[in-house]
């Protein structure tokens, strides 16, 4: 399944880079790479000073916009967060909701967005990095930057040692160009 993915990832973007007419050129990628959620995609995109395309990147790698996706892990909703990463995002909030409530476009985009601006603010605005500790964790992450197999300067990660996290990252990347290039963001 991974592989399929990457050979469809991979062709999807030869075609945007070559202006490809395929099934309708860029009508069939609006397709494949919605703006679904865009009102408050932007708003908390202003909010916390967060790209747009990094946003839809992460919602489209995580569940494919899919409001009840819930992962073996356990995270839930558009942008996958796990009950755990919620509880603490609550305190940073001071909101009080219920679990449940991940299962809202709006709420996982509001929280998700909020972790997405944390972990870039933590790792200097490298969107790699931040990427990856979405996906790994912050403390993870956090021991790989210091690691000099991972990162020669202490921010930037040059090796990301879980295979999942390395693909996921790549994945993201690929959608936020993907994005960018789609939508002129």
Same mark, same amino acid.
């Given at each position: 399944m991974k592989f399929l993915k990457r050979i469809l990832t991979f062709f999807v973007i030869i075609c945007i880079l070559s202006g490809c007419v395929?099934? $309708? $050129?860029?009508?069939?990628?609006?397709? !494949?790479? &919605? +703006?679904?959620?865009?009102?408050?995609?932007?708003?908390?995109?202003?909010?916390?000073? %967060?790209?747009? @395309?990094?946003i839809y990147a992460v919602i489209k790698s995580e569940s494919n916009f899919r409001e009840t996706a819930?992962?073996? %892990?356990?995270?839930?909703?558009?942008?996958?967060?796990? &009950?755990? #990463?919620?509880?603490? +995002?609550?305190?940073?909030?001071?909101?009080?909701?219920?679990?449940?409530? !991940?299962? @809202?476009?709006?709420?996982?985009i509001k929280y998700g967005t909020y972790l997405l601006k944390i972990l870039l603010d933590e790792f200097d605005g490298e969107v790699q990095t931040a990427v990856a500790a979405y996906h790994a964790g912050i403390g993870i992450v956090g021991k790989w930057i210091e690691d000099s197999r991972y990162?020669?300067?202490?921010? #930037?990660?040059?090796?990301?040692?879980?295979?999942?996290?390395?693909?996921y990252v790549e994945n993201v990347k690929t959608a936020k160009n993907i994005y960018e290039k789609l939508y002129d963001m």
């Open positions: 395929f099934f $309708g $050129g860029k009508y069939a990628m609006k397709l !494949l790479y &919605p +703006l679904g959620y865009s009102e408050t995609v932007s708003r908390y995109s202003e909010k916390y000073g %967060v790209e747009e @395309s990094l819930v992962s073996e %892990v356990g995270a839930i909703g558009l942008m996958q967060i796990t &009950p755990h #990463t919620f509880e603490w +995002l609550k305190t940073k909030t001071g909101e009080s909701l219920e679990e449940s409530a !991940l299962y @809202s476009g709006e709420i996982s990162s020669s300067d202490g921010k #930037t990660l040059f090796y990301i040692p879980y295979d999942d996290t390395r693909l």
